[in-house]
């Protein structure tokens, strides 16, 4: 087992290989730091610039991630780079570039069927809409605490005659709900923009399985216009989200839209990736029903089976 404080190196095993070897970490000095949070890994393959997410799995009970290499992380021999990090709440912990090896093969199949990754594009998309549901969380607070300092504000002016002591106390108060507000306000802001950064490279990573899937087979240019629809309605949450953090403190129910809206755009992101909504097969009634990145990506494969078969068939003819 791999130890998270003394990673340098991580082998995936040979090129092509699909599901074939397990790889475990043991993340507790990281656990035991950040007990709330939730721990992934990001990969860039060889030969590529923009990472990816992987479809890692988080055992937060024993502080242990596991990571199953598909064929979509050996889909190229050679050396590429892992990060794996840690998120809770707006803290980010991450490591140093890990080096990734994939040794090569002798029977170059890989890419037979339509490399892809969706569980670990689905991992990610749910994880901005946590994000997006804690800026909700914490623009509501700063709205609380703005309604108590103008609460304050309006007794202070209407109890011109009290003492000294009253008024000083009063003060206080204000000054303390200010520092409030402006520390919570500052915390969805942040939470915001880690949503933006987050989405962005979730489109990186969606545009790196769709060149994959354009390698494998032309007809799954359909999956990359659906992808891409599913990334902008993600970068749409991230910005009704900062939007929302910046403007708390003039009207709780504009917050409250706002945050809604990026839950929302959450969901339709979901639904062009995979077809669903909060986990739920969407229905045919709604325009991503087999109009999703998933569907064309398991169509594509299935044609290739299919053409397979007829090409078994016609060769067993032919003998």
């Known amino acids: 087992m791999l130890m998270i404080e003394t990673l340098q190196r991580i082998d995936l095993g040979i090129r092509g290989e699909n599901q074939a070897r397990g790889i475990t970490?043991?993340?507790n000095a990281w656990k035991n730091l950040y007990p709330n949070g939730t721990i992934s890994i990001f990969h860039r393959r060889p030969g590529e610039t923009t990472p990816g997410v992987t479809g890692s799995t988080w055992d937060a009970e024993n502080g242990i991630l596991t990571w199953v290499p598909s064929e979509y992380d050996t889909y190229y021999a050679g050396n590429g780079e892992a990060e794996i990090r840690c998120t809770e709440g707006t803290v980010t912990r991450k490591t140093v570039a890990v080096e990734t090896l994939i040794r090569p093969d002798?029977?170059?199949?890989a890419g037979q069927t339509v490399a892809s990754n969706w569980d670990g594009y689905i991992s990610e998309v749910e994880r901005l809409k946590n994000i997006a549901d804690n800026a909700r969380g914490v623009c509501e607070e700063a709205v609380v605490s703005f309604g108590e300092l103008l609460e304050i504000?309006?007794?202070?002016?209407?109890?011109?005659?009290?003492?000294?002591?009253?008024?000083?106390?009063?003060?206080?108060?204000?000054?303390?709900?200010?520092?409030?507000?402006?520390?919570?306000?500052d915390e969805a802001i942040e939470v915001a923009d880690d949503a933006a950064d987050e989405a962005r490279i979730a489109r990186e990573m969606a545009t790196n399985a769709q060149q994959?899937?354009?390698q494998a087979r032309n007809t799954?240019?359909?999956?990359?216009?659906?992808?891409?629809?599913?990334?902008?309605?993600?970068?749409?949450?991230?910005?009704?989200?900062?939007?929302?953090?910046?403007s708390a403190g003039n009207s709780k129910n504009e917050a409250t839209r706002k945050a809604d809206e990026a839950a929302e755009q959450a969901k339709t992101a979901e639904a062009w990736a995979v077809g669903q909504r909060g986990g739920v097969n969407v229905p045919a009634t709604d325009p991503a029903y087999h109009n999703n990145a998933k569907y064309y990506a398991g169509k594509t494969a299935e044609d290739r089976a299919a053409t397979s078969q007829a090409e078994q068939a016609v060769a067993e003819g032919v003998s």
């Open 212 to 214: 994959a899937a354009t």
């Open 220 to 246: 799954a240019d359909q999956a990359q216009q659906d992808a891409a629809a599913a990334i902008s309605g993600i970068r749409t949450a991230a910005a009704g989200a900062t939007e929302a953090a910046e």
């Open 106 to 109: 002798v029977v170059n199949d």
């Open 153 to 185: 504000a309006q007794r202070a002016a209407a109890n011109a005659s009290a003492s000294l002591e009253e008024t000083m106390e009063l003060s206080g108060r204000l000054t303390t709900l200010a520092d409030e507000v402006e520390e919570r306000t």
């Open 25 to 27: 970490i043991d993340c």
